[in-house]
């Protein structure tokens, strides 16, 4: 080992991990460095009520690559789903949800021509999805070709566009950079169908359903079909953090050694090169190859430091649009809830309280102003109803994903916590009447929170607004979109690279055959 | 004083020294410069030229973008905007310099006055702070545009050290080119540095806008003896294509500005590859430049000897075998070199030393034009270079 190229990864959320699983594969001699005294980074189980856990940030897997669980044999270390194929419940504020099992909608007076519509839009979706599915594991194409193996990968991804055909290859270019308003407008009637939809196409960005960019960013979610077809959601068993354990037992099996409590207060240069880095106790560890999961603004401007950067280069990374507005509400409850116009068997699926396509939007506007939704948005999970480890028995964790909560929020968040958690109780209260009395236990995450407690800057979940302006070869910036930066050694592995947040781990994946072949 | 952010208020601003240039402007010839008011001349371009080469002449360049750039990152971060070693600039020093966007393409090229510790004035022909500021982003430093602050005179030609010993600055002889040095000058301080853009003996003067009229006053009595006399744009202009330096929107486009890629230049495309240190970890610019070290240049500036006597100006430049291959951006007959002389950007690998070329020339006779082929041979160095731009102390008159 001791001839081995050294690389030091920063951070052991789950890019980290499989990025340090993969280079430690190649023969790289890997540290990961975790400032947290766990790994899983924002992929994390966390006690958050006394006996009561929760997946702290992103609370279900949609995307993760079925390509690195295969590969990284994560079933055997442990992973394992209470559920896959969640359905996606439309609560009412007047009466039936609307349930969408994978594409077949009930409930709610829903029509027979929505019904077939979102049919026929879905399975539609799903093909223009897979186009995105298939770049999850590419290096995302260069702009400027200096060889012509360089044209390779713009010629793939253009290909994989011919082959939708001309109608749906139209009709992809057409909707691609549109708002989902508009979209569901033109194919559906039912206000909670086009207010689930746009929820979907809204949920953990900075963007309101009239926003452009949201059909992409609804196809970014139904990516990934390793959970039923495009869009299927699962709930690991613990919670998320247990994709992340089982990552770090895969790492660790390759040898790696993961340092935890172990933050890092600078990334070395020397020479113009990366050459380790430096930890808050001022131990250096020396490197051949730094690789950061970390998002591009820590890891350039803070970490690395601008100086180190050239002029333009580091303008792009501090434009990165990177504001968090979503929130995250952990509720720990003495028994299941009850919501209004929910069967009891389907209190374990997805819950969305989104009424209509306006209400998405309109829950957006305040946020533009740096202030807080009246009528927040949200996406609720019960995980104790299919797994049983999270919470005492016959006690519940409600996990909730809120929008909208800006980073940025006029007057700070110290003041606006307790009116806000106040105001989201009162708007479950409307859904699930009683539902106060059960809380025995609470935590409100705003952006705020997660930028500390995750060390994201801005507190987005993607690290980066996923827009179109900001994905592909635009990810996070250009000069920086193959995963290695401007500085020689130092390497960008997390999700604010191509292809983004979600719990995906292609970002590190991809890092790392960027760094093998890069530095044989 | 007028803060400098208020300045789009006025359209037309004036120099400190506009009452004085004012009265010596017997042509009333004046153009905009950075949107103050200077002279094209005089009162006769030759004879200014002259007055410049063979005794001493004034230059206004109060115009000139100054910038105070202080604080604890003042050296890191100049030494990340431009291409050359700012730390070997000691203080009490001025050093040429260039800096490029991340193409490694020239922004701008001016002058480095390293005032004192941590203190530094960067002059420059352009508006800059927006680059700075933008080139600012994590370090501890302080940027602030000071040209509405300190009026500039160039006082250049062989006898222009004679005029200041006149003018009482003792000791102004033992400047060394590109050295500068404070004396206290009517109750407050003048900035003299061995600088200047004519390619001769010479320095420049910075003032106090309330000291300058007094200065411009005693300069001239101090000159009487020494032939001092004004001199507008187009004088300056002559001298510095004899000393073969570039000017930003004339021998290159500045990169910022530049709509097509094609048509901004490199450090080393102005021959300024002299300027640009590799052993510098990181500068703007830096990854392009290597990458064009390993590929090669586009570009060449050349500096051509014209045959005949007709100015190139804006000459198509051809090879052997009649293909354009560049054009001129600066000509004139030269008074001192006794030739037509030009600056030319040519393609590479075109315009090596000694090399042979042809300049397509158009000129006029009493409304009728005609063409010319003329040979031009490619010069290295200063079309006009005396030695006394070297000399300390220079010579005395």
Not at chain 2, 3 to 27: C, D, G, K
Not at chain 2, 289 to 309: A, F, H, I, K, M
Request: proline share 6%.
């Amino acid at each position: 080992m001791t001839d081995a190229r050294r690389a030091v990864v920063i951070g052991a959320g789950h890019n980290g991990l499989i990025a340090a699983a993969y280079l430690a594969r190649a023969g790289r001699a890997v540290t990961v460095v975790e400032a947290a005294t766990h790994v899983g980074g924002a992929a994390v189980t966390r006690e958050f009520a006394p006996r009561f856990r929760v997946s702290a940030v992103a609370h279900l897997v949609h995307l993760l690559d079925p390509v690195i669980v295969r590969e990284l044999d994560l079933r055997r270390h442990g992973l394992a789903f209470a559920r896959e194929r969640l359905r996606t419940v439309a609560l009412n504020p007047d009466g039936e949800a609307l349930i969408d099992d994978g594409g077949t909608l009930t409930g709610a007076g829903v029509s027979g021509t929505d019904q077939a519509n979102y049919k026929r839009f879905l399975a539609q979706m799903r093909r223009f999805a897979a186009v995105l599915g298939r770049q999850h594991g590419r290096v995302p194409p260069r702009l400027a070709w200096e060889r012509w193996t360089d044209a390779w990968p713009a010629a793939a991804l253009g290909l994989d566009i011919r082959r939708l055909g001309r109608d749906d290859m139209r009709e992809f270019l057409r909707i691609v950079t549109m708002p989902i308003y508009d979209v569901v407008e033109e194919h559906f009637d039912h206000p909670l169908l086009k207010g689930m939809l746009s929820l979907d196409a809204v949920l953990g960005t900075r963007l309101g359903a009239r926003s452009g960019n949201t059909v992409f960013s609804y196809l970014h979610r139904l990516s990934g079909a390793a959970f039923g077809p495009g869009g299927g959601a699962a709930l690991p068993r613990g919670g998320v953090g247990s994709v992340t354990d089982a990552l770090a037992a895969a790492a660790r099996l390759s040898g790696i050694e993961i340092r935890l409590g172990s933050p890092v207060a600078a990334i070395v240069v020397s020479e113009g090169r990366a050459t380790g880095v430096r930890l808050a106790s001022g131990e250096v560890l020396a490197a051949d190859t730094v690789v950061s999961s970390a998002d591009p603004k820590s890891t350039l401007l803070s970490l690395l430091g601008a100086r180190h950067l050239e002029a333009e280069f580091a303008q792009r990374v501090q434009h990165l649009r990177a504001t968090g507005t979503a929130a995250k509400l952990h509720l720990a409850l003495s028994a299941l809830p009850r919501f209004r116009g929910v069967p009891v068997e389907e209190l374990g699926e997805r819950l969305v309280i989104a009424p209509s396509a306006d209400c998405a939007d309109e829950a957006f506007n305040p946020a533009k102003y740096r202030r807080y939704s009246e009528q927040p948005i949200l996406e609720v999970t019960i995980p104790t109803v299919h797994d049983a480890t999270l919470a005492p028995a016959g006690q519940h964790v409600l996990s909730a994903i809120v929008q909208y909560a800006p980073y940025d929020l006029e007057g700070g968040w110290d003041a606006a916590r307790e009116p806000f958690r106040k105001l989201l109780l009162d708007q479950l209260e409307r859904y699930a009447p009683g539902i106060g009395a059960l809380v025995v236990g609470q935590e409100l995450l705003t952006p705020a929170d997660i930028e500390r407690d995750y060390r994201i800057k801005g507190g987005h979940w993607h690290h980066a607004e996923l827009t179109i302006d900001q994905a592909l070869m635009l990810r996070p910036v250009p000069g920086a979109a193959q995963y290695a930066t401007p500085v020689t050694g130092l390497y960008l592995c997390g999700a604010g690279c191509h292809p983004g947040g979600g719990v995906i781990g292609a970002a590190g994946r991809n890092a790392a055959r960027v760094i093998v072949r890069n530095e044989p | 004083m007028r803060p400098s952010r208020e300045h789009y208020r006025e359209v037309v601003h004036y120099t400190p020294f506009h009452s004085r240039t004012a009265r010596a402007n017997v042509l009333n010839l004046w153009h905009r410069w950075r949107d103050h008011t200077v002279a094209d001349a005089y009162f006769d371009v030759s004879l200014e030229y002259t007055a410049l080469r063979n005794a001493c002449a004034v230059f206004d360049l109060s115009p000139m973008t100054k910038h105070r750039i202080t604080g604890p990152d003042a050296l890191p971060f100049l030494n990340r905007l431009v291409t050359r070693d700012v730390a070997k600039i000691r203080p009490g020093r001025v050093g040429y310099c260039v800096w490029c966007d991340d193409r490694g393409q020239v922004i701008d090229d001016g002058t480095i006055f390293h005032l004192s510790e941590n203190q530094y004035r960067l002059c420059s022909q352009e508006r800059q702070l927006d680059w700075l500021s933008r080139s600012a982003l994590g370090f501890d430093v302080t940027i602030r545009e000071e040209s509405e602050e300190v009026g500039a005179l160039a006082l250049q030609g062989p006898t222009s050290c004679s005029v200041l010993r006149a003018l009482g600055l003792s000791g102004v002889e033992a400047l060394t080119p590109f050295a500068m040095r404070s004396f206290p000058f009517a109750g407050g301080e003048l900035l003299v540095s061995r600088t200047g853009f004519t390619g001769d003996l010479g320095y420049e003067l910075w003032v106090a806008p309330n000291g300058a009229e007094a200065l411009w006053d005693r300069l001239f009595e101090a000159g009487e003896r020494y032939g001092l006399k004004p001199m507008g744009t187009h004088a300056l202009e002559m001298s510095r294509i004899e000393a073969g330096y570039i000017q930003a929107g004339v021998d290159f486009l500045p990169a910022d500005r530049a709509v097509r890629s094609d048509r901004t230049r490199s450090p080393f495309e102005l021959d300024l590859g002299w300027l640009v240190d590799f052993a510098k970890p990181n500068f703007t610019g830096r990854r392009a430049l290597l990458e064009e070290q390993r590929r090669g240049s586009r570009y060449r500036l050349v500096r051509l000897d014209v045959e005949g006597n007709k100015p190139a100006k804006d000459a198509y430049i051809y090879d052997p075998r009649r293909n354009v291959i560049g054009a001129v951006t600066s000509s004139m007959w030269s008074p001192m070199a006794k030739a037509s002389i030009a600056l030319a950007s040519v393609q590479m690998p075109w315009g090596r030393p000694g090399e042979e070329l042809w300049a397509e020339i158009y000129y006029q006779k009493e409304l009728k034009w005609n063409r010319l082929n003329a040979r031009c041979r490619v010069v290295k160095g200063a079309f006009y270079d005396p030695p006394r731009r070297r000399e300390t102390p220079p010579p005395d008159f």
